[in-house]
């Protein structure tokens, strides 16, 4: 069974860091996808960054591009995101996401399973 685990999640002042962890498992393929996306209270869930397997490719979303990081451990299948500069308006459940595209896209219909969310909330 593919398998995704978001860790990593909690609770920093603004300015402050975390490093959020998905740690995927259950499939073999060499070309997916990996994303993260955030969802706030009475908000729509939206896409906040994204990684391929293949070539390595990077997606941000403009509110956070320069702030945060996506990096992949192939080794460890895991995928992680450094999150720098944190601001109140990033608090919000964090989650990873699969999709075999194999190149980066942030459109949730392309992400076929999904970990369970990680909480970060971001005091001012």
């Known amino acids: 069974d593919v398998q995704l685990q978001a860790s990593g999640g909690g609770l920093v002042q603004a300015g402050g860091s975390l490093r959020l962890s998905c740690t995927f498992s259950?499939?073999?393929?060499?070309?997916?996808?990996i994303g993260w996306y955030r969802q706030a209270p009475g908000k729509e869930r939206e896409g906040v960054s994204c990684?391929?397997?293949?070539?390595?490719?990077?997606y941000y979303i403009d509110s956070v591009q320069g702030r945060f990081t996506i990096s992949s451990d192939h080794a460890k299948n895991t995928v992680r995101l450094q999150m720098n500069i944190l601001k109140p308006e990033d608090t919000a459940v964090y989650y990873c996401a699969v999709s075999w595209r194999g190149r980066v896209t942030m459109t949730s219909n392309d992400y076929v399973y999904w970990g369970q969310g990680t909480q970060v909330t971001v005091s001012s």
């Open positions: 990684i391929s397997s293949g070539d390595g490719s990077t």
């Open positions: 259950g499939f073999t393929f060499d070309d997916y996808s």
